[in-house]
């Protein structure tokens, strides 16, 4: 089985661009959640979907960022414009509610640099 | 205060040692519990989840005290190969899972 898919796994940009990161879910999962991993700050949560329907998204840093999940297989987490200090890795991940395990399967990660 | 807290690292242990990580949380509320690795640039894996009545899975085990909004994971007999970094988990609820910022164990041999 596929496991959650992000891309694209690096991005070097400079400030003031628009970036866009994407993620599928594992398939039949119906919680998918976005991270940011920083040395700093450790693994925050920026938002998190249930049945595509945005949860709680009080952890999404201001206005420059965004999420989106059209359909139950894509999400998208923009940056509008990005600044230098948004360089992190963002994971995207996913699970299953009905197994309430807690276990999260998580994607690569995209390693976002912005100059 | 951060919702979920773990012990500073790193932790420097020699091979077959035993080491213990503690992790405290704010939210009484919370409902459920877990520990992850994640190894160096990768991403972190579910390595157990932590039960109220304390739970072992071969070298490693896992406690939680409520009152004190506590929990633990200990580590006996430690490889190589258990050089990771130790996120404790915590469920707030609404499966609203937060990360502690992690404890890093290097064992050596």
């Known amino acids: 089985d596929a496991g959650v898919i992000q891309s694209p796994r690096h991005e070097v940009t400079e400030m003031g661009q628009e970036v866009t990161l994407r993620c599928k879910p594992i398939?039949?999962?119906?919680?998918l959640f976005w991270y940011r991993q920083t040395m700093m700050r450790g693994l925050e949560l920026l938002i998190y979907f249930n049945n595509n329907v945005p949860i709680d998204d009080s952890g999404m840093p201001e206005d420059r960022f965004s999420a989106k999940m059209p359909n139950a297989s894509f999400s998208t987490l923009k940056i509008q414009p990005s600044e230098p200090r948004d360089s992190a890795v963002y994971f995207c991940?996913?699970?299953?509610?009905?197994?309430?395990?807690?276990?999260?399967?998580f994607g690569e990660g995209s390693r976002l640099t912005v100059l | 205060r951060k919702e979920v807290e773990q012990d500073p690292g790193p932790f420097n242990v020699p091979e077959g040692a035993t080491v213990a990580f503690n992790c405290t949380y704010s939210n009484s509320a919370s409902q459920s519990f877990f520990w992850y690795r994640q190894d160096c640039r990768k991403e972190p894996k579910l390595l157990m989840s932590v039960y109220s009545s304390g739970n072992e899975d071969g070298r490693f085990t896992a406690q939680l005290n409520r009152a004190s909004q506590y929990i633990s994971l200990l580590i006996r007999d430690s490889k190589l190969s258990d050089s990771a970094t130790y996120l404790c988990v915590v469920n707030m609820g609404g499966g609203k899972l937060i990360f502690g910022q992690g404890t890093e164990l290097s064992v050596k041999p």
């Open positions: 991940a996913s699970s299953l509610s009905r197994t309430n395990t807690g276990e999260l399967f």
């Open positions: 398939s039949g999962h119906d919680y």
